[in-house]
């Protein structure tokens, strides 16, 4: 039997980062601990994977959008049906990859901005080596490291509330990441007089 968390709407995390910095491992993760504790889940996994069009340095206007809207659309129909919602990226994370590409989109940043709302916890994966060939994801540092730069000016930039995860401690992020979560979702204390 699956368990309500009685939200107004879903619990939403992104993990963000540049690629290759161990997202996609810590959201399968979480997600398995989530459910251990009979947390009704759904996790929008990283939908540049499926683009029909170019991605990393190759990437252009087409392909970022395509992948922009695409992880929109998968995080409403998950939210529409789980009481949590795991995101592999952000919406943010897509667009930073599409600044990269194409410079800033001015009928982009206000959806973007909205969007980016949405999100209750916001975990980066900070780097810690370079990306390892997986067939598909850009191995050059360089650009690994552009795109971590980048998403920090945005975040900061639009003000957005991250908890970053120790490049030191990399052993303790799935833990981390969970004692976040429940903090997120702890009811707020009563104050004692």
Avoid at 44 to 70: G, K
Wanted: charged share 25%; net charge negative; glycine share 6%.
């Amino acid at each position: 039997m699956q368990t309500s968390m009685s939200r107004e709407r879903s619990f939403k995390l992104a993990f963000i980062g540049s690629h290759g910095v161990g997202k996609t491992t810590l959201c399968y993760g979480l997600a398995a601990r989530l459910k251990a504790r009979d947390i009704h889940l759904e996790m929008v996994r990283e939908v540049a994977r499926r683009c029909p069009l170019p991605i990393n340095q190759d990437t252009n206007l087409a392909a970022q959008s395509w992948i922009l809207h695409t992880q929109i659309a998968e995080e409403l129909a998950a939210q529409s049906q789980y009481d949590a919602v795991l995101c592999d990226r952000s919406v943010l994370d897509n667009y930073v990859y599409l600044l990269l590409a194409a410079g800033p989109q001015p009928t982009l940043e206000g959806l973007v901005d909205n969007w980016m709302d949405s999100y209750d916890l916001l975990l980066h994966v900070p780097i810690v080596e370079a990306p390892s060939a997986d067939g598909l994801r850009a191995t050059d540092p360089t650009f690994q490291m552009a795109v971590d730069e980048r998403l920090g000016l945005e975040l900061e930039r639009r003000g957005l509330k991250v908890h970053g995860l120790d490049t030191r401690r990399r052993e303790d992020w799935l833990d981390s990441a969970e004692q976040l979560v429940d903090e997120t979702l702890r009811p707020p204390q009563l104050q004692l007089l």
